[in-house]
C-alpha cells in the first residue's frame, strides 16, 4: 500500500504532468516543465526512465519524505513511466477496465492474452513494456494510485515472493479482478 505522504507527492507530480493548466491552476499546482511528459513517454526501458527529468522531479520530492533504496527507485521508476499513460477522472484498476466488455460486443477491452502477458512479467522492464501497451489499449482509463499499488505490490514480490501466499499475489488479484469484470 501506498502510504498517504506517497499518494500526496505522486498525485501532485502526476497532476502536474497530465492536467490542463485550468485544472491546475485550481488545484493551486503548478504545470510540469515542458518536455517532461513526452521525454517519459519515450523512455523505452526502467534504466531509460531513471535518466529522465520527470522521474528525478518525483524520485527527489519522495526521497525529501522517506528512505528509499536502489530496489525502490527502479520500483518508483515503472510507477511513473506507468503513469504518464493514465488519463484523469477514472475509478478502476488496471485488471477491471482491461476486463470490462466493449460495448455492444461479448470481447473484452483486452483480450486474455494480452492480459496474462502483464500476469506473467517477470522483469522490471517486462511490466513496463506490458504495463504501457494495455494502457495505451484503454486509453489511460485506470485509476492512477491503484496501478501504483499494484506495481508496488508486484516489486515487493518480485523480491520477496517466497514470502507471499498465492492467494494473496498480485497475478492471482489481476485474474480475479479481470474476470469478474468480464462477466
Not at 526521497?63 to 511513473?80: H, L
Request: hydrophobic fraction near 40%.
Amino acid at each position: 500500500m501506498l502510504s498517504n505522504t506517497e499518494e500526496k507527492v505522486l498525485r501532485g507530480w502526476w497532476q502536474s504532468l497530465v492536467l490542463s493548466d485550468a485544472e491546475l491552476k485550481e488545484k493551486h499546482l503548478l504545470s510540469a516543465p515542458s518536455g517532461h511528459k513526452a521525454k517519459l513517454k519515450r523512455a523505452e526501458s526502467v534504466d531509460a526512465v531513471l535518466m529522465q527529468d520527470a522521474f528525478c522531479t518525483l524520485w527527489l520530492s519522495l526521497q525529501e519524505q522517506e528512505n528509499y533504496s536502489a530496489n525502490d527507485m527502479e520500483c518508483w521508476a515503472v510507477i511513473a513511466a506507468s503513469l504518464i499513460h493514465v488519463s484523469p477522472g477514472y475509478q478502476d484498476g488496471i485488471a477491471i477496465a482491461a476486463g470490462k466488455k466493449i460495448k455492444k460486443s461479448d470481447k473484452s477491452l483486452v483480450s486474455e492474452m494480452r492480459f496474462s502477458q502483464l500476469q506473467a512479467a517477470k522483469t522490471p522492464d517486462e511490466l513496463l513494456r506490458t504495463s504501457r501497451r494495455l494502457l495505451k489499449l484503454m486509453k489511460g482509463k485506470v485509476d492512477p494510485l491503484t496501478l501504483a499499488e499494484d506495481i508496488k505490490q508486484w516489486f515487493s514480490e518480485h523480491h520477496h515472493s517466497e514470502f507471499v501466499r498465492a492467494k494473496n499475489r498480485i497475478c492471482v488479484k489481476w485474474a480475479m479482478d479481470y474476470y469478474r469484470a468480464a462477466k
